[in-house]
């Protein structure tokens, strides 16, 4: 098992930043691969960014490339999401997820584990 805690949303005007943070415990981080995926109300998750077990490839939907950047820090466990040119459009709940295997894809059942999320809300 895997349990992933995320933090760092919260309410940010636009054009604005957040560095999202997922926290990974329970197993050896670095045997998985890890990505963020949010959720709008009613929708199903949207795949926005994937970072291979080792850090050193990485993969971005067309929406998160160019403004987010993933990245991991193995010795802390953890996985990040910084967030950059902020837009209401980006209002959702943000979530890790980890995969068993060297990358991860963009679709959510290439995933094994999934943290509880958090809100980011951006204003006009």
């Known amino acids: 098992q895997v349990q992933l805690v995320e933090s760092g949303g919260g309410l940010v005007k636009a054009g604005g930043s957040l560095r999202l943070s997922c926290a990974a415990s329970?197993?050896?981080?670095?045997?998985?691969?890890m990505a963020w995926f949010r959720q709008f109300p009613g929708k199903e998750r949207e795949f926005l960014a994937a970072?291979?077990?080792?850090?050193?490839?990485?993969r971005y939907s067309d929406s998160a490339k160019g403004r987010f950047t993933i990245s991991r820090d193995i010795a802390k466990n953890t996985v990040y999401l910084q967030m950059n040119r902020l837009n209401p459009e980006d209002t959702a709940v943000y979530c890790c997820?980890?995969?068993?295997?060297?990358?991860?894809?963009?679709?959510?059942?290439?995933?094994?584990?999934w943290g509880q999320g958090t809100q980011v809300t951006v204003s006009s």
């Open positions: 329970g197993r050896t981080f670095s045997n998985y691969a």
């Open positions: 970072i291979s077990r080792s850090g050193a490839g990485t």
């Open positions: 997820a980890a995969a068993e295997g060297i990358v991860g894809g963009s679709e959510e059942y290439e995933y094994d584990y």
